[in-house]
């Protein structure tokens, strides 16, 4: 019966799983192959998504889903006692086939089967060893299994004659079991019966399959642990001359100049070469030579792979709203996104959940000309990817716990961001200010920051270290900027300096609450080389305690000044601010409340 009438995925390889058991599953990472540098905790891409080489079982199991192909059911070895019973009922899965059955469900009369002792659970099915098909895995220790009746299980050598097996012997069927099941523990193992002599003379002893795994491991550690040396592949071809009594080439020493380590005394690399040639020593007694004679090269740091990752292209949103019946709506795209702009936020995270289309047309930029995020403690990545999807002309960030990272991330994405808040946050956050552009922006709110000095102002307003060669203009960050808005901060003579040179188009200004400002202040806003004494119409100096009337007939010096607030001034007299307002630039202010001077455009 061929392999496909037997039922759907009869030749679908399993995919094994880890035993939990051997040494390589109960191991760490390394960090320094390639798998582990591809890893995301080792700062790799994850692409690969593969397991450390060192991690690697060497043993591994069938999964805990595979069934019988013949009866579907699972292993039941665990619910007899008897080896052959227990042997019988447990799943065996084809290196060639890839069939899992039970041997109890084969009837294949008198028939042979090859099982793999290195991997549990594995064997070459009768049928295929009665067929004549080859296996796919080379290499190894093999034990044949000959099946008599369906019942009886007998182990004898192979009869292929190649190099490396074992002679010709009968085994008992408590052997064949635990030469499949490595895992079980030898207590409920039968003494094995000693070998039948052969023709060929008596039989070697054989390691057990735990020792094979073992040294299998210990060798690809050593692999694993070579270290190229770029001076041996030199040093072979000088090595052929005899002349020279005092040097040696790599072949002479492969423990040393392969594995880095000493070879044992009387071993046959010490000896001589592989070309037949005495090892030389340069005196009498001394020890052999090694190469390299010179100290080992310091080993390369990993280097990890950078990969840019880009987004696919976003398909074109729809034009018409589909309905379920298949037709569209009469209504299109444009007629919505006007119906939409009478909403506010609340109604539109509602109206986002409708349908898929309704929730890509709410995120038109047009829809959120300001989005308000403050008085929050913190910032997750799914609001942050929100506002940049957004797209929103002014952001309020004030008396949040937004990083420094959060803020330059959200920067180098808003390049049409016209009005930013960022009011009682730290100056660590807002000296991200400092690397990102903001060519759009024109409003810039930092009220009420702690800690920050005329130092920490001057690395915000001077221009970018980091210019063109051969750009003569040098413009500061905050040359397009018109609204500014330092209330509460310690700003200085020499830091209002740096705003009139790096922020000239400045309308409106407020300085209150600083307690550094007072009469001299004033009078460099109102000079004549200030270029914001043509350009300023609004301008706050409430609580500033310095200033007094003297710096009151300065203002006339503004004529486009519209608003001027002087409340909470306690060197101010009122008299003085109403014959300010009576008199006025070019024409009288009017004052709602006290020392607030206001004029009708």
């Not at 369906?150 to 009968?170: E, H, I, N, Q, T």
Request: net charge positive.
């Amino acid at each position: 019966m061929s392999s496909s009438s037997r039922g759907p995925g009869a030749g679908a390889r399993r995919r094994r799983t880890r035993c939990r058991r051997c040494r390589a599953c109960v191991r760490t990472e390394c960090g320094d192959c390639h798998f582990c540098r591809d890893m995301k905790k080792f700062g790799g891409p994850g692409r690969m998504k593969q397991s450390c080489l060192l991690r690697q079982c060497t043993a591994p199991v069938l999964p805990h889903t595979a069934v019988c192909l013949l009866c579907g059911e699972a292993g039941k070895e665990d619910t007899v006692e008897g080896e052959e019973e227990k042997f019988g009922l447990s799943l065996m899965e084809c290196t060639i086939c890839n069939e899992i059955v039970h041997p109890g469900c084969l009837k294949m009369g008198k028939a042979e089967g090859v099982i793999n002792a290195e991997i549990p659970n594995c064997w070459e099915c009768p049928r295929c060893t009665q067929e004549g098909r080859t296996s796919k895995v080379k290499g190894g220790r093999e034990r044949h299994l000959k099946k008599v009746g369906g019942d009886a299980c007998l182990l004898r050598g192979s009869d292929s004659g190649g190099p490396g097996l074992l002679p010709p012997r009968v085994l008992n069927p408590s052997q064949a079991f635990s030469s499949c099941h490595p895992g079980l523990p030898p207590e409920n193992w039968e003494k094995p019966k000693p070998p039948l002599a052969s023709v060929e003379g008596p039989a070697a002893p054989s390691p057990s399959p735990q020792r094979e795994k073992l040294e299998r491991f210990k060798r690809m550690c050593q692999l694993l642990e070579r270290v190229p040396d770029t001076s041996s592949s030199s040093s072979d071809s000088d090595s052929d001359s005899d002349s020279s009594g005092t040097s040696l080439s790599e072949d002479e020493a492969p423990g040393e100049a392969r594995n880095g380590r000493r070879p044992a005394r009387g071993s046959s690399g010490e000896k001589e070469n592989r070309g037949g040639r005495r090892a030389v020593r340069p005196g009498s007694g001394g020890p052999l030579l090694s190469w390299p004679l010179g100290p080992a090269p310091p080993p390369r740091p990993p280097q990890l792979e950078r990969h840019v990752v880009r987004p696919p292209p976003r398909s074109p949103e729809p034009d018409t709203l589909p309905l379920a019946a298949g037709s569209d709506h009469p209504l299109p795209r444009a007629a919505w996104l006007r119906v939409f702009q009478h909403l506010g936020p609340r109604e539109l995270c509602i109206c986002m959940r409708v349908c898929r289309t309704w929730s890509r047309w709410c995120y038109d930029k047009r829809l959120w000309p300001r989005m308000d995020l403050s008085r929050r403690k913190s910032l997750t990545p799914p609001m942050l990817s929100g506002v940049v999807r957004r797209q929103p002309r002014a952001l309020d960030l004030s008396w949040t716990g937004v990083s420094k990272k959060q803020l330059m991330w959200l920067l180098n994405r808003l390049q049409g961001l016209q009005e930013l808040v960022l009011s009682g946050c730290s100056w660590l956050s807002v000296s991200a200010l400092g690397s990102a552009p903001l060519p759009a922006l024109r409003l810039l709110d930092l009220r009420w920051i702690e800690d920050v000095k005329d130092s920490q102002l001057r690395e915000l307003l001077l221009p970018p270290p980091d210019t063109k060669p051969g750009q003569t203009e040098s413009r500061g960050r905050l040359q397009g900027v018109a609204e500014l808005r330092l209330a509460g901060l310690e700003l200085t003579d020499a830091s209002l300096r740096l705003l009139l040179r790096h922020a000239p188009q400045l309308s409106a200004l407020d300085l209150s609450h600083c307690a550094h400002v007072g009469d001299p202040s004033v009078h460099l806003l109102t000079a004549p080389t200030s270029p914001l004494r043509e350009t300023l119409v609004h301008l706050n100096l409430a609580g500033c305690h310095r200033l007094t009337d003297h710096c009151l007939p300065l203002f006339r010096r503004c004529p486009r000044l519209r608003r001027l607030d002087l409340r909470s001034c306690r060197q101010l007299s009122p008299e003085a601010c109403a014959r300010l307002a009576a008199a006025g630039p070019p024409g009288p202010f009017r004052c709602p409340e006290e020392k607030l001077l206001l004029k009708d455009s």
